[in-house]
């Protein structure tokens, strides 16, 4: 019988690319050949829903689909073999948390999730053998997505991805899976880091504030993969620190991503308030989420969009002065004096 190909598709930040790998050291080389895709949320329904229709096989790390489309067809395509989706994002888990091909785990990042899953199975020993080696750079991709601070080579190893890509960071690691950078890669993100910190000082002095409630960065301000640190700039350090940063970019086809930042949960709320699956796509989790918007989009009705749900949301979780109970027991209490 023949065997259907594997296609593991995951994110292009640091967790997304150390999850990429980690799938792959512990497939290759028993089920080659793979394939590889790192993506947006903008394209992983895409891909997901090419690749099972081609009778690929999916692995699908760190991302997930935005259309019911594509979680009908993996529901149908899904027949109770072990999990095929491996996630951390808390919108992720609120939508689709009870499906039995996902393994989600908001504590962690996606990559030490599928990790912690791949150690805990009875694996053949050179299997398990090849995975302890990326014990390391799992810890590492951990501690820079959840902002963790313990780690300090983990910002320069997100610094790798920006000056890099993707790519040739997760090419590295199927190379060579060390955590441990080498002199040249050491001295370069350490200087990379030096430039990003000038180029926060001058983004700063051009962000559009909102009250006390959002700072929108305009594009061409930041290069990619500079979004988590300056946006933990502004919240973290700060004196007046807004409830979101909102980075906007155009893609190439002209769509706009934008990524959001907050310190209490509320970019995942208000990504999970503005997506409608066709318009306006978007996933993440608490802190960190993205929303892409359609080309003819002005930025300032994206700004506007996200504080309109910023106020919705705010009103939302206001304090009920009275509740209906209380309001049942004072009008019983008025009837009987009366």
Known sequence: MERSLINIISHTDLDGVVAAAVAWHALY???????????????????????????????????????????????????GEPPICFDHHETTLQRWGNRPWLKIDTSSCAAKVYYDWLMAQDL??????????????????????????????????????????????LCRLLANPSSSL??????????????????????????????????????????????????????????????????????????WAVSLRSRSGLAGKITGMLRDGKKVRGGGHGDAAALYFPPHYPLEQISESILSAIDLISEQEKPISMTLGEVLKSKLKQNEES
Not at 50 to 73: A, M, P, Y
Not at 211 to 217: A, K, P, R
Not at 232 to 246: C, E, Q, Y
């Open 182 to 255: 080498t002199y040249g890669e050491h001295e370069a993100t350490t200087s990379f880091v030096k430039e990003q910190e000038e180029r926060f000082a001058e983004a700063l002095k051009r962000v559009k504030r909102f009250g006390d409630e959002l700072i929108v960065v305009g594009p061409e301000l930041l290069q990619f993969g500079d979004v988590s640190d300056f946006c933990g700039l502004i919240l973290d350090r700060s004196k007046n620190p807004p409830k979101v940063v909102a980075v906007a970019n155009k893609k190439v086809t002209g769509e």
């Open 124 to 169: 053949p020993v050179n299997v398990k053998d090849r995975l302890v080696v990326l014990s390391d750079i799992v810890k590492v991709a951990n501690d820079r997505d959840l902002w963790l601070g313990q780690i300090p080579e983990s910002r320069l190893w997100q610094a790798m991805i920006t000056m890099c890509g993707p790519w040739s960071v």
């Open 29 to 79: 080389p028993e089920n080659a050949p793979l394939q590889i895709y790192l993506v947006g949320y903008g394209e992983v329904d895409n891909v997901v829903c090419d690749s099972i229709q081609s009778g690929r096989n999916v692995l699908i790390l760190d991302l997930f689909c935005q259309k019911r489309e594509t979680i009908d067809l993996i529901d149908s395509f899904f027949e």
